[in-house]
C-alpha cells in the first residue's frame, strides 16, 4: 500500500527550516490504521518494542492485537515526570535532537516483563519519524547499557533493530544507527518534500 500518498508536510515547523511530517493522517482510517499496524509489526524481529512518547506509542501498542505478529510486550519511553516509579527503577538517558539536548526515561521493570530470547532481552527500538538519529541512537545505547534480573538471574539488553513508520532519507539518521543494528523503514520521505 502507497501510505506516503497520506502523509502531510509542514514547512518551517516547529522553526524555520525543518519541514515538519504530519503522519496523523495515518491513524484517522479504521481500516487503513489496522492494515499499516500489521505491516509496522511484521518487520520487528523482536517480541518486545521500545517506543519513545507519545506519537511512538500511537503505533506501537496496537501491534500487541495483531494475532500474526509475535510482539509481546511495549516499553514506554517518556519524558521527565511521567513515569511512576520504585526506587532504583527509573534509568535516565540523554539524547540529542534536533533542538538540542533532552532527557528520555524508562523503567528496568518495564524491560524485564518482556520475553526473553535465550540469554539476552531483545528489543525493537520503534519509532514514527526517522531523521537526523539523535533521540534513537541515545536510547538505544541507554537500552544497551542495562541489565534485568528476572527470577534472580541476569540478562544483558540489546537492541536488535530499529523500525521507523517514516524515515527522511536525506538526512543522516539510518548513517547514526547501523552500526547498532539493521535500520527499517516502511514510508520513505525527502527533507524537501
Do not use: W
Not at 509475535?70 to 535532537?97: S, T, W
Not at 533521540?135 to 538505544?140: K, N, Y
Not at 533493530?161 to 514510508?187: Q, T
Amino acid at each position: 500500500m502507497d501510505y506516503r500518498k497520506y502523509l502531510k508536510f509542514y514547512p518551517d515547523f516547529p522553526i524555520k527550516g525543518v519541514n515538519f511530517v504530519d503522519i496523523i493522517p495515518l491513524i484517522q482510517d479504521k481500516a487503513l490504521f489496522r492494515q499499516l499496524t500489521h505491516d509496522l509489526a511484521a518487520m520487528c524481529e523482536t517480541a518486545n518494542i521500545a517506543a519513545p512518547e507519545a506519537r511512538g506509542f500511537l503505533f506501537s501498542t496496537p501491534m500487541l492485537y495483531d494475532p500474526d505478529i509475535p510482539v509481546e510486550n511495549v516499553i514506554p519511553l517518556r519524558k521527565k515526570g511521567k513515569l511512576p516509579f520504585a526506587q532504583g527503577d527509573l534509568i535516565q538517558v540523554e539524547i540529542m535532537k534536533e533542538y538540542g539536548p533532552d532527557h528520555v526515561y524508562f523503567r528496568n521493570s518495564d524491560i524485564a516483563a518482556g520475553k526473553l530470547t535465550g540469554d539476552t532481552m531483545e528489543i525493537t527500538f520503534f519509532d514514527d519519524i526517522l531523521a537526523t538519529g539523535g533521540t534513537s541512537r541515545g536510547l538505544a545505547l541507554g537500552l544497551n547499557a542495562q541489565k534485568v534480573t528476572i527470577d534472580g538471574k541476569e540478562y544483558k539488553v540489546k537492541v536488535k533493530d530499529f523500525v521507523f513508520l517514516v524515515e527522511i532519507d536525506d538526512l543522516p539518521g539510518r548513517s547514526r544507527l547501523e552500526d547498532l543494528g539493521p535500520v527499517k523503514s516502511l514510508i520513505h520521505v525527502r527533507e524537501s518534500e
